[in-house]
């Protein structure tokens, strides 16, 4: 790595009210970040068009991690000793099923939990919110869900519940005062009526805006709700605090994916309180989830986190993500955030003043994600010129978050129908996207400087320059390199 203390120095210098990394760059990536993956997998090398191999640069980490290289191993391990969970008495089952659960309590620690709180294992954060979303949808009352969650947190809601939806700022922030409002409104009606459950995500997937949920909590409790918590985006990056039971602040569902903090191995988690999930039938049903079945088919249930934990589980992906939280509670999230802000703050300067570029964030609130476009160009062909020139990994499009990315772009109504009937008959290409370059902790400052001088090369070419090397699908809108 080059110059990187005058790199730090001038991060530093650009924004002094953010926490940034104080260490030094080097000996942290050196020492600290480098073994925790594998070589192949940090200098993986790519081939450009011109056909020169680069060393690839991921920048597309909200979507997914490179998974931590201990984890490999330690899964590798426990394939060896691998038994049916909670079902034999032989000893590989006794040492699977020992680890299986073990990784519960890691994961309750990790996030501040209580005991009283379950932790359900679910694929991803999808199927975990699909799971929630069900049980809720069998207790009276509304679901309060803003207009910047990821689909993820939206249609599992709205596709079994009743839902208000909360409208955000232009620039996408949350009033408080708003949504109490919309608490007030709802609080003497009828209980089928009142607001049960308040759901937001913890970081933005396009902006990384991070809504106050601590105090959205603290809201919804005022008002007799409780408060879901979609942290997929945020805990890989930050801490996040469940907190006591009995504190107003405290989170009372929070659901995140394995697979977004390095342990891509199936796994998702769900957290909520015991009570709730004890009241609750399970939603799946099947073997291993219930203790007997009368000759009358009559079911008898347990009243612990295995009866939301149907079939055989996915073992190694619930042991996979504990030995993950292990490896960054070794390096501390504190560092973690310190030092993915600086590289976010140092991309995020340089970017803003790049001619040609437009960044949808002030840059007063930076967390791991920077979205952007580039004037004249269609997102998608900038993010393939990236890969295919460059070696560098972004995602252009809508990000699952259609009335974020409206807002972003000032989709107004009319055109909105107009996307919509282009869909009907199959033309997506005008569905509105951007640019998001998104961080994590084994990328480097050269990496953003590599990121940052082809943006700017990009933008100095202009759109006109590209037409005659790449081609975009009428329909899909999607951009190729033109065989030549
Ligand atoms: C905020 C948010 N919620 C939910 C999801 C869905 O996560 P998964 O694909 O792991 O289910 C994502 C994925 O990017 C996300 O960013």
Not at 114 to 139: C, D, H, M, R
Not at 170 to 185: A, H, R, W, Y
Not at 194 to 218: C, F, H, M, N, V
Not at 387 to 408: D, N, S
């Amino acid at each position: 790595m080059t110059d990187i203390f005058t790199l730090g120095a001038k991060i530093k210098q650009a924004n002094a009210q953010l926490q940034l990394f104080t260490e030094n760059f080097d000996s942290f990536w050196d020492k600290e970040i480098k073994q925790l993956f594998t070589d192949e997998s940090l200098s993986f090398r790519v081939k450009t068009l011109n056909g020169n191999y680069v060393k690839y640069v991921n920048l597309d980490n909200g979507a997914t991690t490179t998974p931590f290289a201990a984890l490999k191993q330690y899964v590798d391990e426990m394939l060896d000793t691998y038994g049916s969970v909670h079902r034999g008495s032989g000893q590989k089952s006794v040492i699977t099923t020992r680890e299986y659960d073990a990784s519960r309590n890691i994961i309750r620690d990790f996030v501040g939990s209580s005991p009283q709180n379950y932790v359900i294992f679910a694929k991803n954060t999808t199927e975990a919110i699909n799971g929630a979303a069900t049980l809720w949808a069998k207790k009276p009352g509304k679901i309060l869900v803003s207009d910047i969650e990821h689909s993820s947190n939206l249609l599992p809601w709205i596709t079994r519940d009743e839902v208000v939806q909360y409208k955000t700022q232009p620039d996408g922030s949350v009033s408080l005062t708003e949504i109490e409002n919309i608490f007030k409104t709802h609080q003497n009606r009828p209980q089928a009526e009142q607001i049960k459950l308040l759901t937001i995500t913890g970081a933005s997937t396009i902006t990384g805006y991070r809504p106050p949920i601590y105090e959205l909590a603290a809201l919804a409790h005022r008002y007799g709700a409780k408060i879901f918590a979609d942290v997929c985006q945020l805990i890989q990056h930050e801490r996040v605090d469940m907190r006591p039971d009995d504190d107003p602040c405290h989170l009372d569902f929070v659901a995140f994916s394995g697979h977004k903090m390095y342990a891509p191995y199936g796994t998702g988690v769900l957290l909520g309180p015991k009570e709730f999930f004890d009241s609750s039938y399970p939603y799946q049903i099947g073997g291993g989830n219930l203790p007997y079945i009368t000759r009358n088919l009559e079911i008898k249930r347990f009243y612990t986190e295995r009866a939301h934990d149907p079939g055989t589980p996915n073992a190694m992906g619930a042991i996979a993500i504990a030995k993950a939280i292990q490896i960054i509670e070794g390096l501390g999230r504190s560092r973690i955030a310190q030092y993915e802000h600086s590289l976010v703050e140092f991309t995020f300067t340089r970017l803003a003043s790049t001619p040609g570029v437009k960044v949808h964030i002030a840059g007063d609130n930076l967390a791991h994600v920077i979205p952007f476009d580039i004037d004249g160009f269609d997102g998608r062909l900038v993010a393939e010129i990236l890969a295919q020139e460059y070696g560098i990994g972004v995602r252009a499009g809508a990000f699952c978050t259609y009335e974020y990315i409206r807002k972003l772009k000032n989709i107004s109504d009319e055109q909105d129908l107009e996307i919509a009937n282009e869909v009907d008959k199959g033309i997506t290409r005008n569905i509105p996207s951007i640019i998001r370059a998104s961080f994590a902790v084994y990328n480097t400052l050269e990496d953003c400087d590599r990121f940052i001088s082809a943006i700017a090369q990009i933008a100095k070419n202009g759109f006109d320059y590209y037409l005659p090397y790449y081609t975009q699908d009428d329909t899909t809108g999607v951009w190729t390199v033109v065989d030549r």
